[in-house]
């Protein structure tokens, strides 16, 4: 099955700074990879997603980059403010079934 | 767009009894639907695969006469946890794949989750 490895599992940064959350993947057949956020006590929400056709998406202070030779994915915010502050989750898909999920990364932005 | 519902949000009940967990896709149809458990500070864990009109596929490890899951029609499926236990405490969270997107790209949306604490 898909396996997916997740770091860092902590990352501190202060407020204004980048962040940056790494990811790699075992199935070379993968083509889709999603980024949750998820909150205290909430559901993960998709807050970003790469197909396999493209290398890099952005949306606003949010982008994803895709390296599909080296099987990795990496999340990257900019200009992180306190409300960043939460557990991102990475995600690949195992052929046609669940997403396989990432360990965690506890972003934690001080203001 | 792109809605998942979850009911109840929090439940509380006593050993022994059973609780129903809905799932519905609120703005989209959904052949297919996951179930996912997950404990204080860890990952998500895939416990189940729910498609619409047929039997649940369970993941290695997962009682499916303990847990059972029921997909009655493209937007509703039901996560029943039978003679729950302390330890069947968890945060469960469903997700459902959009028939038009998910067939290719395997996009998923999640409910927000529901908090079972088993006394």
């Known amino acids: 099955g898909e396996n997916v490895e997740q770091h860092p599992s902590t990352l501190s940064v202060q407020e204004g700074d980048s962040a940056v959350i790494k990811c790699t993947y075992s199935?070379?057949?993968?083509?889709?990879f999603p980024w949750y956020k998820q909150e205290l006590g909430k559901g993960p929400q998709l807050i970003i997603d790469i197909r396999s056709n493209v290398g890099e998406k952005k949306d606003q202070r949010i982008a994803v980059t895709l390296n599909k030779t080296a099987k990795h994915f990496s999340l990257h915010i900019t200009e992180t403010q306190p409300e960043d502050s939460a557990v991102y989750f990475c995600?690949?898909?195992?052929?046609?079934?669940?997403?396989?999920f990432g360990s965690g990364t506890r972003l934690q932005v001080q203001p | 767009g792109a809605v998942v519902s979850q009911h109840p949000s929090r439940v509380i009940c006593k050993s022994g009894t059973s609780v129903k967990i809905e799932c519905r896709s609120l703005?989209?149809?959904?052949?297919?639907m996951f179930w996912y458990r997950q404990f204080p500070k860890k990952s998500l864990m895939l416990m189940a695969t729910s498609n619409e009109g047929s039997k649940a596929t369970y993941e290695q490890g997962v009682e499916k006469d303990k847990f059972l899951i029921n997909h009655a029609s493209l937007t509703l499926s039901t996560l029943t946890v039978t003679s729950a236990h302390p330890e069947d405490s968890s945060f469960y969270i469903c997700?459902?794949?959009?028939?038009?997107?998910?067939?290719?790209?395997?996009?998923?949306?999640f409910g927000p989750g529901t908090r079972l604490t088993v006394l």
């Open positions: 995600a690949a898909p195992w052929g046609r079934r669940a997403l396989t």
């Open positions: 199935d070379s057949a993968s083509n889709y």
């Open positions: 997700s459902a794949r959009d028939l038009q997107v998910g067939t290719v790209y395997n996009e998923q949306f």
């Open positions: 703005d989209f149809q959904a052949t297919t």
